[in-house]
């Protein structure tokens, strides 16, 4: 056994080289992993306070680098139509009426594990019917979905995320109920591209 290991010491200095390389190879990796999921961004979109179409919609950053919320897009569903429009300014607020206008945008940076109230359900739709220059939103909707478009703290890349919620009527009323707990992801650069495009295109 000794003599073999003798003859075949060289071939097995470097398969115990090529070994080793491929464990610190795996070891850097999983780091790599775990530093880059530390460092991915997450936005919550989540309806609070009630059910109903007084519910309020928080926006959370629940990543480790503070965000630069830059819009909000609302997709809204009826039964003859659908619109996407955006829903990022306070318009329901009269802007002599405030003293701080920034209080009348939900665009502004949100520190980590901090979250913004972007308004009730009745008032983003106020807001879609506002901008699309139609009234009877309220009436007819069956779904709204919530896309959040922000800017990275740490980087120049869009980051984004969506929350379905499904329009639930009873008694005369719409109760949203979220389609799923968390708030999807968006990471797809073919998605934020789409959502780049978008933004550009109504860019006024």
Known sequence: ML??????SGTLQVAVSLLTAVVWLAYLH?????FRRQRQPVILINRSIARDENAHCFVTNMGA?????????????TEEKTYHVKVTEREEVALNDVENPLTRTNQGPIKSGEFIDIGSFLDLLRRAEARIGTEGLFDKV????????AADGHTTRLIAARHAFRAEWKDGKPYFV?????????????QRRKITAMLEEQIE
């Open 3 to 8: 003599d073999w290991i003798a003859e075949n």
């Open 30 to 34: 999983i780091l790599w992993l775990n």
């Open 65 to 77: 680098e503070p965000i630069y919320l830059l819009e909000v897009m609302a997709r809204v569903v």
């Open 142 to 149: 069956r779904q709204m979905d919530l896309t959040v478009a």
């Open 178 to 190: 979220p389609e799923r707990i968390m708030a999807h992801q968006i990471r797809n650069i073919f």
